[in-house]
């Protein structure tokens, strides 16, 4: 696609109910980058995939928190029993370069959690 | 930890006013520096990036020059436009450390006509 693509723009969900967000990097991208920003904060470092491979995943704040790619396109991050402190812009970025130290993403428009 | 600090917003300029963003850094090793631009309703862009010491990144009349004894990266343009306003990120990476890019807070620039 022309860009990468995160769905659902906006969810709403219950505390203690499961969520799965999707991202579409663009075609052919290696590198896969999830960060969380929460509302008047920068992005933070979730997890990041080379192909399928996820690389690293120190970022993730607990376990609750887990992220897939099992074909090296689409990545899903499912969230299981969401807690308030989830509320959070969820963001995407993909790069055609490998590696951590990436200086060439692209990043998505995000999905907007909130959890009530 | 590396971390990055910019100055608070939101920072609100007539049109054609001169523009500074002030970021400074704290790394561990020789980070490439970055200034992504978010513009409303819109994903994260990079606007532009210096890789070592002394080097200027420009872009769209913007500019930031890495100035490693200051451990600074401050944006600055001329002659600010309407168009110009969004929300500015500092970032830094380090070179292959294991947390990706780290990011300021984000400084939201109203620019008026």
């Known amino acids: 696609g022309a860009g990468v693509s995160q769905s659902p723009r906006y969810k709403v969900a219950k505390r203690g109910q499961d969520v799965a967000l999707r991202c579409d990097p663009i075609?052919?991208?290696?590198?896969l980058f999830w960060y969380q920003q929460a509302l008047g904060q920068g992005p933070e470092f979730l997890t990041y995939?080379?192909?399928?491979?996820?690389?690293?995943k120190s970022g993730l704040p607990s376990d609750r928190f887990f992220a897939e790619r099992p074909e090296g396109s689409v990545s899903t991050l499912k969230i299981q029993r969401t807690q308030q402190e989830d509320s959070a812009v969820y963001l995407c970025?993909?790069?055609?370069?490998?590696?951590?130290?990436?200086?060439?993403?692209?990043f998505g428009s995000g999905t907007q959690l909130s959890v009530l | 930890g590396d971390s990055v600090t910019q100055m608070e917003g939101p920072v609100t300029l007539s049109e054609e006013a001169f523009l500074t963003i002030n970021c400074t850094y704290t790394a561990t090793g020789y980070p490439s520096l970055f200034w992504y631009v978010q513009y409303p309703g819109e994903g994260l862009q990079l606007l532009l990036k210096?890789?070592?010491?002394?080097d200027k990144g420009s872009n769209k009349g913007f500019e930031a020059t890495y100035r490693k004894e200051t451990t600074s990266f401050h944006l600055e343009k001329g002659s600010v436009q309407v168009s110009d306003s969004a929300v500015y990120f500092c970032?830094?990476?380090?070179?292959?450390?294991?947390?990706?890019?780290?990011f300021g807070k984000g400084t939201h620039l109203i620019i008026q006509p």
């Open positions: 075609s052919g991208h290696v590198s």
């Open positions: 970032a830094l990476s380090d070179g292959g450390g294991a947390d990706g890019l780290t």
């Open positions: 970025a993909s790069s055609s370069t490998r590696g951590m130290a990436n200086e060439k993403l692209f």
């Open positions: 995939f080379q192909n399928e491979a996820q690389l690293d």
């Open positions: 210096a890789t070592k010491a002394d």
